[in-house]
Every structure is written in structure tokens, then in C-alpha cells.
């Protein structure tokens, strides 16, 4: 059974800083994914990573996978009071049609 | 692309009675649909996999007969939840799996409250 843990729970930080959530995994997951929910809103889809060494980026948002160590990296750059929000990581398997079982989220607060 | 929605977004409803949500993919066909549940402040956790013309795959200690699903088309998934409670007040939300992208995608979520 796939379990995901993800860390630190809650992160306050200032604009400008730079910081990285972690989510380990604890069995073989062929994919890793991460969203972003805002309060009182859905997910939206932000990274899939499909492989070893997979690195992606979106703006400020960079996500890495290594599956060796199966942690995945969400690295954020020059924080912004914008990327507020909840942050999971999520593990699936079988290909992407397959549930997927989710972290507990980090709820990510940057101030100005 | 890649829109799920969900209807009603909220819903208020009496012990004992039941409620149908529907998760639509508006812009693509999901042959597989998921349904998950978000309670306040914690994590989605998965309840059953729906797939078209088929019955729904329900996750470990979710009641089959309590959460019905029909996945009656391509674009198309329901859940009722019979003889509401007030546990299962939570916030309902679906997600539709793209073969393109090989990623699901969410819809807006419907919140549940049962008094």
C-alpha cells in the first residue's frame, strides 16, 4: 500500500525566500504528481513527473522526483504573496488511471 | 482543457435522505472517473474508481451500498450518497483521468452538509 508523507506540514515564509517542501513515498509509485488547492477551492494540476531525475518548472515552482530515494521536491523560488495556498503531493500507480493517494498537504502562507 | 465540473457545489441537506452529485468532463471523454473526500483541513482520500459501463471499484472501508456510483457515459459520473448522515458532511470531489496527458484532473468539489 502506498503511503505518502509530506513535510513540513505548515510554512510560513517571507516574500523573496526561497524554500522546499519534501514528500517521501513509501513504495514503488511509476508517477508523482503535485497540486495546488486554494481555500474552499479544487486542485489544480501544477507537475507530473514520470521518472528518475525528472525536473520541472513552472515560474517560480520547481518539482523534482528521485525515485531511488522515492522524494519528490517542490522547490519554490523568490516566494511570492500569490503562491499562497495548500500544496499536496500525490503517489499513483498502474499508469495514471489509477487512484491516487494523497499527502496531508502543505499549507504554505507567504507574507509580505 | 481538461475541465471537470461538478454539480450542485453545495448542498445542505436532512438526515436520512439522499443527495446526487454529478461530475461532468466537459472538454475530454474519462473513461475512468474518481471520486475522493476532503475533510475540513485534511487530505483528499480516494473512495472508488468509476469506470464506463462498469461497476464502481470502492476503496477499503467505503460502503459500497452508501455511496452509489454510475458512470453511464464518457463524460459523465454520479455519486448518491443514500441515508445521509451528519459524518459524511465533507467536500466531494471528482477528478476525470486524460489518456493524453495521463493526469486527472480535479472538478470545483461539492460541499456536503447533512443536518
Known amino acids: 500500500e502506498l503511503k505518502v508523507e509530506q513535510n513540513p506540514l505548515f510554512l510560513s515564509m517571507q516574500e523573496g525566500k526561497n524554500y522546499t517542501i519534501y514528500c517521501n513515498y513509501s513504495t514503488t509509485s511509476d508517477r508523482l504528481y503535485w497540486y495546488r488547492q486554494d481555500p474552499g477551492k479544487s486542485l489544480e494540476s501544477l507537475f507530473v513527473?514520470?521518472?528518475?531525475?525528472a525536473v520541472k518548472q513552472e515560474g517560480r515552482l520547481m518539482a523534482s522526483l528521485d525515485t531511488k530515494a522515492r522524494l519528490s521536491t517542490l522547490h519554490i523560488t523568490a516566494a511570492v504573496h500569490d503562491l499562497s495556498a495548500t500544496y499536496f503531493c500525490?503517489?499513483?500507480?498502474?499508469?495514471?488511471?489509477?487512484?491516487?493517494?494523497f499527502g496531508k498537504g502543505t499549507h504554505l502562507i507567504i507574507q509580505p | 482543457g481538461a475541465v471537470v465540473s461538478q454539480h450542485p457545489s453545495r448542498v445542505i441537506c436532512k438526515s436520512g435522505t439522499s443527495v446526487k452529485i454529478e461530475c461532468r468532463s466537459l472538454?475530454?471523454?474519462?473513461?475512468?472517473m474518481f471520486w475522493y473526500r476532503q475533510f475540513p483541513k485534511q487530505s483528499l482520500m480516494l473512495m472508488a474508481t468509476?469506470?464506463?459501463?462498469?461497476?464502481?471499484?470502492?476503496e477499503q472501508g467505503v460502503e459500497k451500498d452508501k455511496f452509489l456510483i454510475n458512470h453511464a457515459s464518457l463524460t459523465l459520473s454520479t455519486l448518491t450518497v443514500t441515508s445521509a448522515h451528519p459524518e459524511d458532511s465533507s467536500f466531494y470531489i471528482c477528478?476525470?483521468?486524460?489518456?493524453?496527458?495521463?493526469?486527472?484532473?480535479f472538478g470545483p468539489g461539492t460541499r456536503l452538509t447533512v443536518l
Open positions: 468509476s469506470n464506463e459501463g462498469s461497476k464502481a471499484t470502492y
Open positions: 477528478s476525470g483521468h486524460l489518456h493524453s496527458t495521463d493526469t486527472q484532473y
Open positions: 500525490a503517489g499513483g500507480s498502474g499508469g495514471g488511471a489509477d487512484g491516487l493517494t
Open positions: 513527473l514520470l521518472s528518475n531525475g
Open positions: 472538454d475530454f471523454q474519462a473513461t475512468t
